[in-house]
Every structure is written in structure tokens, then in C-alpha cells.
């Protein structure tokens, strides 16, 4: 991995551009502002991604509905169509500063705010990006602080919309974590899908994509999905405006936080990695290396929390520790590897550290790309997970130890599973040999795997070289019946042709015709 530190950038607009002009009470009550709220932030405003919101004017978008382009129109999941009042009260940025409307840029903001990311330009757009992460421990400290993580995109020449998948502390649920999809600001308001509870160690992954056809620079609609792997749950904004912008600013990874007074506030385990993060162009082509780099937000603030981090092509790890953390390794191998498919194969995890091994009991996510394979248990500093369900190919796999209060986070080397065809035994049976002539025989094709798994695809069933039927596999077994056999000796003969998974195989026998 490479460490970059960017220390000037274009000043981050990640608030809106004018007051809001949203009023519709929220479907889930959201955290109201503490007494460590910057001056001027009025009492009984909430907290969103991006800043300070009067509550009247964040806005919950249900499953099925959609905010229409101009954003003052939500569409209905049963087309039906309702105007939104304009909203009232201003809008406040981390720093505590009225957005003063049509304002095209505010300044860095302090630790109420982004703390660290990781971000790459671009000439022209971006038209997708996906990446995966894990639910951290809760804070150590409670003190009604909320932090986000999240990927994301906007346009750095002229901020309108910011389209996120957000993981939250104390968002929506009290203190806890959760998920939810956030799009600021069209047309002023901040909108944001169903919220969903999630939990430590769950795997999250964030996809941001453009809803138009391949070279589209500026497409007017996106899609933001934020998705629980582990638990199967997910939530979407649908056809989310864009307000005209062209998202060439890409993050890989955002901390954001507010209320934060000491380290501890932080998630116990130091660290966060975005993992599998995948990044495509408006020609929806992934881009092999984006060439993040890390931007320190946080610098002079109070408290400092060894902000920095690490990237690599497909990976992003944002450091806020208080120095009391244990880093680890993790470190993953397989046996066998080459396997075959249908093969049972073992993926073995070793978590270590200067100090030793984690301790028992804690977990660690085994995945394949962006896909959750399954989780093992930490004992004596090794966690396994067996599958025999992995495709034929080349299956990149990952381990992740999402850390803990005292051990840092880790995620594993790539471990390249190499699946090869399975073998197959195809037996062959007659219902009555010898038989008569005119009489009619059913011929029984059963084909088996090497290991396990059910066998598809289709037996042909010949005469010699005569080609009599082609029968599909119904469970592994393919049956033909024929009278019109003709006296004497016949070779019959049943010949699989396999297919992606399984080899071909064949069997025949000697059918008398008396």
C-alpha cells in the first residue's frame, strides 16, 4: 500500500449551496444538536452528512418514491405527485456559519465536520463507484457524538449534489450504527432513503451509480444504494437528481463526525478500510488504479486522533486511533488451491500483532470481491470458513478483521483460489435386455459428480454412430425409451458433454433385440 497526505486541495463544499426549501416532518427522528454544537447552530436542529438542518427540512424518502428533478416534487410509489413547501430556517455548515444561498464553496471544515478521505479528479465524469467496508465496535465513549463513513461523489467546480451510502453512529437509532442512502442538495433539500439498523461486524457495501447509458457525461439521474451483505437487507434513493452536476470528484472513503471531544469518541478499533472498491468512468470502464489520495481535514483541530491513512488501487484505510491501539496482520491461505469445483476448500485467517493474538471469539469476514463467502471465529489467533460452492476460475479472496477496543483493524493479502472443471461418471442402464423385437427398452443415463453439487446439462444417446435423441438432465439423470430397435446386437452408448462446471463423460452397454 502507498500512504499519501494531501495537504491543498480546492476548498470541500460538502454542505449545500443555499437554504433549504424542504418541510415535511422525518420519518425517523434524527440526533438534535448537544451542548458541544459550533455558536450559532440555533437548539432543536439535527444533524445530517451535511451539517446543521432545521428537522422540518430533511426529508425521508420511502421505498417506490422518487424526488423529481427540479426537487420540490416527490413522486409517489403510486405515480401520484406532491408538491413540498418551501422550507423556512437556514442551513448551517460543521463550522457553525450560515450557507448563505448561492454560495459555491465554504471552507474545509473543522473537527464538527470531515475529519480525513480519500479522493481522485477527473476531466470529464465518473459513472459508477461500489465499496465495501465493515461495521466497526461502537465507540468507547458515548457522548451523543455521531460519526459517519461513507464513499461518494460530487462535482468540484460546482457543489449542488453530494450522493452518498452512509454508515452512521447514533443517526437514527440512538447509539447504535445504521445505514441509509443520502442525497444533498437539490434544489436546496436533503433527502435521505429508509434507515436500517446494522451491527458490528456486518459487511457493508455502497454502490453510487449513474442511471443513463454508457458515455453520458452528465446524467441527470443516479441510484444510491447502501446494503447490509450480511443481513440481506439494503436501501435505495432511486432516480436521485443531480441538479445539472457533473460528479468528477470521486471519494474512496470519508470519516465525517460531530461532537467529537476525545479519541475515544472514535469506533474502538482505530481504523476503517474500504475494501473492493471499484471505480468506473461515464463509459462505465473501471479504472484499474484511481490514484487516491488522502486529505487530513482535522489538521489544528482539537482533538488529534493519529488522522492519516493508507490507499491502494482498490483499497482505502482511514486511521483515526489514539495511539493505544495494537496493529495487526491478518494474513489468509487456502488448501487445496488448485481445487476442484464442488471440492470443499479451507480458508484459514491468522490475525497477530506485536502483542499477540486477538482474543478468542472475535470474528472475521471471508470475502470474495464485494461478496460476503461467510464468517469464522478467532481461536488462538486463527479463524477458518470452508465453502465448496466457488465457481470455476480464478476466485479472489479476502479475510477482514474489523479490530476491536484494543486491536487495530486489518484486512488480508489476496489469496487467487483457482477452481478447475470436476470430473463426471456417467453410468448406463436398460429397463429389459434382452427384449423383444417392437418392444419398447427405456435407456437410463445417470451422471454423478467427482464431488458434490448436482450435474446439469444434456446426454446424448446413440446406436453405434447413430444418433438417436439428446435428453436434458432432470437431477442428474437423463432417460430415453425407444420399440424401434431392430433385432440383433446394438452398442448404445450415452455421452455428457459437460458443461461450465463438469467435464464430459460417457458409458454404454450391448442391447440384444430377440
Given at each position: 500500500?502507498?500512504?499519501?497526505?494531501?495537504?491543498?486541495l480546492v476548498?470541500?463544499?460538502?454542505?449545500?449551496?443555499?437554504?433549504?426549501?424542504?418541510?415535511s416532518?422525518?420519518?425517523?427522528?434524527?440526533?438534535?444538536?448537544?451542548?458541544n454544537r459550533?455558536?450559532?447552530?440555533p437548539d432543536?436542529?439535527?444533524?445530517?452528512?451535511f451539517?446543521?438542518?432545521?428537522p422540518?427540512?430533511?426529508?425521508?424518502?420511502?421505498?417506490?418514491?422518487?424526488?423529481?428533478e427540479d426537487?420540490r416534487?416527490?413522486?409517489?410509489?403510486n405515480g401520484?405527485?406532491?408538491n413540498i413547501a418551501?422550507?423556512?430556517?437556514?442551513h448551517?455548515?460543521?463550522?457553525g456559519?450560515?450557507v448563505?444561498a448561492?454560495?459555491?464553496?465554504?471552507e474545509?471544515?473543522?473537527?464538527?465536520?470531515?475529519v480525513?478521505?480519500?479522493?481522485?479528479?477527473?476531466?470529464?465524469s465518473?459513472g459508477?463507484i461500489?465499496?465495501?467496508?465493515?461495521?466497526?465496535?461502537?465507540?468507547?465513549?458515548k457522548?451523543?457524538?455521531?460519526?459517519?463513513f461513507?464513499?461518494?461523489?460530487?462535482?468540484?467546480n460546482?457543489?449542488?449534489s453530494?450522493?452518498?451510502p452512509?454508515?452512521?453512529?447514533?443517526s437514527?437509532f440512538?447509539?447504535?450504527?445504521?445505514?441509509?442512502?443520502?442525497?444533498c442538495?437539490?434544489?436546496?433539500?436533503?433527502?435521505?432513503?429508509?434507515?436500517?439498523r446494522?451491527n458490528?461486524?456486518?459487511?457493508?457495501?455502497g454502490?453510487v451509480?449513474?442511471?443513463?447509458?454508457?458515455?453520458?457525461?452528465?446524467?441527470?439521474?443516479?441510484?444510491?444504494?447502501?446494503e447490509?451483505?450480511?443481513?440481506?437487507?439494503s436501501?435505495?434513493?432511486?432516480?436521485?437528481p443531480?441538479?445539472?452536476?457533473t460528479f468528477n470528484?470521486a471519494?474512496?472513503?470519508?470519516?465525517e463526525?460531530?461532537?467529537?471531544?476525545?479519541?475515544?469518541?472514535?469506533?474502538a478499533?482505530?481504523s476503517?478500510?474500504?475494501s473492493?472498491?471499484?471505480l468506473y468512468?461515464?463509459?462505465f470502464?473501471?479504472?484499474?488504479?484511481?490514484?487516491?489520495?488522502i486529505?487530513d481535514?482535522?489538521?489544528?483541530?482539537?482533538?488529534?486522533?493519529?488522522?492519516?491513512?493508507?490507499?491502494a488501487?482498490?483499497?482505502?484505510?482511514l486511521d483515526?486511533?489514539?495511539?493505544?491501539?495494537?496493529?495487526?496482520?491478518t494474513?489468509?491461505?487456502?488448501?487445496?488451491?488448485?481445487?476442484t469445483?464442488?471440492?470443499?476448500?479451507?480458508?484459514?485467517?491468522t490475525?497477530?500483532?506485536?502483542?499477540?493474538?486477538?482474543?478468542?471469539?472475535?470474528?472475521?469476514?471471508?470475502?470474495?470481491?464485494?461478496t460476503?463467502?461467510?464468517?469464522?471465529t478467532?481461536?488462538?489467533?486463527?479463524?477458518?470458513f470452508?465453502t465448496?460452492?466457488l465457481?470455476?476460475?480464478t476466485?479472489?479472496?479476502?479475510?477482514?478483521?474489523?479490530g476491536?477496543?484494543?486491536f487495530?483493524g486489518?484486512?488480508?493479502?489476496?489469496?487467487?483460489?483457482v477452481v478447475?472443471?470436476?470430473?463426471?461418471?456417467?453410468?448406463?442402464t436398460s429397463?429389459?435386455?434382452?427384449s423383444?423385437?417392437?418392444q419398447?427398452?427405456?435407456?437410463?443415463?445417470?451422471v454423478?459428480?467427482q464431488?458434490?453439487?448436482t450435474?446439469t446439462?444434456?446426454?446424448?444417446f446413440?446406436?453405434?454412430?447413430?444418433?438417436?435423441?439428446?435428453v436434458?438432465?432432470?437431477g442428474?439423470?437423463?432417460?430415453?425409451a425407444?420399440?424401434k430397435l431392430?433385432?440383433?446386437t446394438?452398442?448404445?452408448k450415452?455421452t455428457?458433454n459437460g458443461?461450465?462446471?463438469?467435464?464430459?463423460?460417457?458409458a454404454?452397454?450391448?442391447?440384444t433385440?430377440?
Amino acid at each position: 500500500m502507498r500512504t499519501k497526505t494531501c495537504t491543498a486541495l480546492v476548498a470541500l463544499a460538502i454542505m449545500s449551496l443555499c437554504l433549504t426549501f424542504l418541510a415535511s416532518p422525518m420519518a425517523y427522528a434524527q440526533v438534535p444538536v448537544g451542548p458541544n454544537r459550533p455558536a450559532g447552530v440555533p437548539d432543536g436542529y439535527v444533524i445530517t452528512p451535511f451539517g446543521y438542518f432545521h428537522p422540518s427540512c430533511v426529508r425521508q424518502l420511502a421505498r417506490g418514491e422518487t424526488l423529481l428533478e427540479d426537487g420540490r416534487v416527490i413522486q409517489r410509489a403510486n405515480g401520484t405527485l406532491e408538491n413540498i413547501a418551501a422550507c423556512e430556517y437556514p442551513h448551517y455548515a460543521a463550522s457553525g456559519a450560515i450557507v448563505a444561498a448561492g454560495a459555491a464553496k465554504v471552507e474545509p471544515p473543522e473537527i464538527d465536520g470531515w475529519v480525513e478521505s480519500a479522493s481522485v479528479t477527473t476531466n470529464t465524469s465518473y459513472g459508477e463507484i461500489i465499496a465495501t467496508w465493515t461495521v466497526p465496535p461502537a465507540p468507547t465513549s458515548k457522548v451523543d457524538q455521531i460519526v459517519y463513513f461513507f464513499p461518494g461523489m460530487q462535482d468540484s467546480n460546482d457543489v449542488v449534489s453530494i450522493i452518498q451510502p452512509v454508515l452512521g453512529w447514533n443517526s437514527f437509532f440512538g447509539e447504535v450504527w445504521s445505514i441509509a442512502s443520502w442525497n444533498c442538495c437539490p434544489s436546496g433539500t436533503t433527502n435521505y432513503s429508509t434507515p436500517v439498523r446494522v451491527n458490528p461486524g456486518d459487511t457493508i457495501q455502497g454502490t453510487v451509480e449513474s442511471t443513463c447509458s454508457a458515455g453520458t457525461e452528465s446524467c441527470a439521474t443516479w441510484n444510491i444504494t447502501t446494503e447490509d451483505v450480511t443481513s440481506g437487507t439494503s436501501t435505495t434513493l432511486s432516480n436521485s437528481p443531480s441538479e445539472g452536476q457533473t460528479f468528477n470528484w470521486a471519494f474512496g472513503g470519508v470519516l465525517e463526525a460531530y461532537g467529537i471531544v476525545q479519541c475515544s469518541d472514535y469506533p474502538a478499533n482505530g481504523s476503517l478500510t474500504f475494501s473492493n472498491i471499484a471505480l468506473y468512468d461515464y463509459n462505465f470502464v473501471q479504472i484499474p488504479d484511481p490514484d487516491w489520495s488522502i486529505t487530513d481535514w482535522a489538521q489544528g483541530q482539537t482533538p488529534q486522533c493519529n488522522y492519516g491513512g493508507q490507499v491502494a488501487a482498490t483499497q482505502v484505510t482511514l486511521d483515526y486511533g489514539t495511539g493505544t491501539l495494537t496493529k495487526t496482520t491478518t494474513t489468509l491461505t487456502s488448501s487445496p488451491n488448485p481445487s476442484t469445483y464442488g471440492q470443499a476448500v479451507v480458508f484459514t485467517a491468522t490475525v497477530s500483532s506485536a502483542l499477540g493474538a486477538p482474543p478468542d471469539g472475535e470474528s472475521v469476514s471471508f470475502m470474495e470481491g464485494q461478496t460476503l463467502l461467510g464468517t469464522g471465529t478467532l481461536s488462538g489467533g486463527s479463524a477458518s470458513f470452508m465453502t465448496s460452492a466457488l465457481k470455476v476460475g480464478t476466485n479472489s479472496i479476502t479475510a477482514v478483521y474489523a479490530g476491536d477496543s484494543n486491536f487495530a483493524g486489518s484486512t488480508s493479502n489476496v489469496v487467487k483460489q483457482v477452481v478447475v472443471k470436476a470430473t463426471t461418471t456417467t453410468t448406463l442402464t436398460s429397463s429389459l435386455n434382452p427384449s423383444q423385437l417392437g418392444q419398447s427398452v427405456t435407456f437410463t443415463a445417470a451422471v454423478t459428480p467427482q464431488f458434490s453439487g448436482t450435474v446439469t446439462g444434456k446426454v446424448a444417446f446413440y446406436d453405434g454412430k447413430t444418433k438417436l435423441k439428446v435428453v436434458a438432465l432432470s437431477g442428474g439423470v437423463a432417460e430415453f425409451a425407444t420399440s424401434k430397435l431392430t433385432a440383433g446386437t446394438h452398442t448404445i452408448k450415452a455421452t455428457y458433454n459437460g458443461n461450465t462446471d463438469f467435464d464430459h463423460s460417457s458409458a454404454s452397454l450391448t442391447q440384444t433385440v430377440n
